[in-house]
């Protein structure tokens, strides 16, 4: 399968901040979500695609890898690269700082596919999806 | 109509706090959310009975008042009052320091209900809810 | 006082939403800090020169009116005006759908310079805010 | 060292669902923040402690396990044990609905002590964090 790598930029808003002046870890989800459904559109296979072809991609598993804390304003890209699609969706993130490309944060999500109407788990991939990566060009 | 209020308590967390380290004003949303919800399974009329009914009953409209930030793990009590039923549901809230009862922060909200289906404004209550309301006993 | 107005522009992501599959009502909170972090970078005033100043600006009361839910990946327009200045900060928010035009929300929110030191409410300006607003141009 | 085991209740509320009529999978951070400061809490070593000492304890790492969604109004139980201390603080997560005891999610986190003025890593813990681990009964 080709690998897929796209880049998505967000800023840290004040509201995304602790007590300590930095991003609260738990916001750091958010970001990875923004990422991902960047990238999945510019795939051209959305959530509303997924959901016209009965099915969801429900996060099984992720691992976080907090490596320097952000902070306000501070614009970040995040990396993100489909890795594996079947018999599960693997992505994997690097958050950057936009600037200087210092790394801040790594992740990896695991999604499996589910048929929304019998909850049933489905293994591979769908032709359409699969179909959109073939035709992805960068 | 007669008056219905209930008090819900909830603890200030970590991931409440904004940088000033208190609650992010945002937050209180949150706690009001809670305590109506916490209203509505005392009067025995829940978001799954008003499903049942066809009905929503999204926000149109809050104030809020920010008398005195709260800090981490403070114990709050919101105090929320049915105000009105008809022709929207009205609410008042009143968050003060559980031990000291030292108002913090107060709030009104309305809510117009709407038949899920149609979309559609409904300017009474429906029979189920107005009845619970005569029902309910402190 | 001259008025100032900005727009500020951000897209609802899946995380900001709510079982009705539109933006959950507290999520409003958030579109509205970063529209006024975003005016007061414009306008050259942040919360870090704030800070140097000693002063905060913790908000007071805010006043929400949602017209028409918001929807995934809708591109949103937060026109922020700037209204009053002293004795309080009184800014005025209007959610649009950035296409159409179309009103789906405003706001408006009052906010109080406080000595972070002291904690003392300041019914003015500083020098440094006025001076900067007398200065911005559109 | 001894390994304690607390316990830890919530309720899902209406702002944890996402589109799906389930937690979003990034509140449960929300939870194990929550669940992690009341076990803090019981062993008599806080935050406040903590800062007293001019510590921090960031998150370093997280793996998360998405088991069994849960839903509005289900309540939860978070066990949370305390793993390792030296040279990092290990804590799992164990959510089970609290009524069935089924398992929904489970996870690890690890946090590393740091001087919060000098920002210098320390892989032991403070001597008054080891007590009040030797000194705690369930």
Not at 17 to 25: I, Q, S, Y
Not at 40 to 50: A, R, S, V
Not at 85 to 94: G, Q, S, V, W
Request: hydrophobic fraction near 35%.
């Amino acid at each position: 399968m080709k690998k897929i790598e796209t880049n998505y930029k967000t800023t840290v808003e004040f509201y995304d901040l602790d007590p300590m002046n930095v991003v609260w870890h738990g916001n750091y989800i958010r970001y990875l979500e923004a990422a991902r459904c960047d990238m999945l559109e510019k795939i051209g296979y959305t959530y509303e695609d997924m959901r016209k072809e009965n099915n969801a991609y429900p996060v099984a598993k992720m691992e976080l890898k907090f490596i320097k804390s952000a902070t306000f304003k501070q614009r970040l890209n995040v990396k993100t690269t489909l890795q594996e699609l079947e018999p599960a969706l693997i992505i994997k993130y690097e958050i950057t700082d936009e600037e200087t490309g210092k790394k801040l944060f790594q992740a990896q999500s695991m999604q499996i596919r589910v048929n929304i109407e019998t909850g049933e788990t489905i293994y591979n991939a769908s032709e359409s999806f699969l179909k959109k990566i073939e035709e992805y060009k960068e």
